[in-house]
């Protein structure tokens, strides 16, 4: 007798829950930032996360970026990824096919590019996966009325938003940040990463763009949340 072989029950990483989520998350408007940011971060970032593994591993990419780093190969993959999320929609198939070829193709390209001018590229910027917006900006040592200063700090700059800002691309991103600490208790997660997708939905604009004015911000918050504590 045949002995009954039983079928693999092992999850798929991408699977159609993920194409779902993918769906969801491009008809939602931007003002639904708590329900992209669930999407984003518990279902679709990881299956994105995976799918570079697998084909970082599997064609062996090693010259990429600064001395062929694999987490940084892996990272800008996944953000590439993540700005492609808009042009995807049902009629080009399933979305594990689409953004297999849309990640390889750019493997492939910047690969070479990376291989060509390894010894004299340029440090570029990227983002920190390991540190979160909350910790960059607040520092470690938060205090019980650290809340209601963020609340006021950002009340404040809100209200002196165009005086701050009068370039209205820089205008944008900081309103789009505001924004994100005015939702901050609806939110999942204050990974990094995520806030930087959020808000290159919300504006359009670039992460080298969106540095500029955080950096702004967090020394404008450094300095008034040292003030404030030094008056407590």
């Not at 092992?10 to 993920?18: D, G, W």
């Amino acid at each position: 007798m045949k002995r009954k072989t039983r079928k693999s029950k092992k999850k798929r990483y991408f699977s159609l829950e993920v194409q779902d989520a993918i769906i969801e998350f491009n008809s939602l408007p931007d003002t639904e930032f708590s329900k992209k940011n669930h999407l984003y971060s518990t279902i679709i970032y990881p299956a994105f996360d995976k799918l570079e593994e697998n084909l970082i591993n599997k064609y062996k990419f090693y010259y990429y970026g600064l001395g062929g780093s694999y987490e940084e190969c892996k990272h800008d993959t996944v953000s590439f990824l993540t700005e492609k999320l808009g042009k995807y929609t049902e009629d080009k198939g399933k979305a594990f096919s689409y953004f297999t070829i849309v990640a390889k193709h750019y493997l492939i390209l910047t690969n070479t590019r990376s291989y060509k001018d390894l010894q004299s590229k340029e440090d570029v910027l990227l983002i920190d996966d390991e540190r979160d917006l909350k910790s960059e900006i607040a520092r470690s040592s938060y205090t019980e009325n650290l809340s209601d200063f963020i609340d006021k700090w950002v009340a404040l700059v809100d209200q002196e938003l165009y005086s701050r800002f009068t370039n209205e691309k820089d205008r944008a991103i900081a309103d789009s940040v505001l924004e994100i600490f005015k939702t901050r208790k609806g939110l999942d997660s204050f990974h990094k990463k995520t806030l930087y997708v959020l808000i290159r939905e919300r504006t359009g604009y670039k992460t080298q763009n969106i540095t500029k004015v955080v950096n702004i911000l967090k020394e404008d918050f450094y300095k008034a949340y040292s003030n404030f504590l030094n008056q407590s």
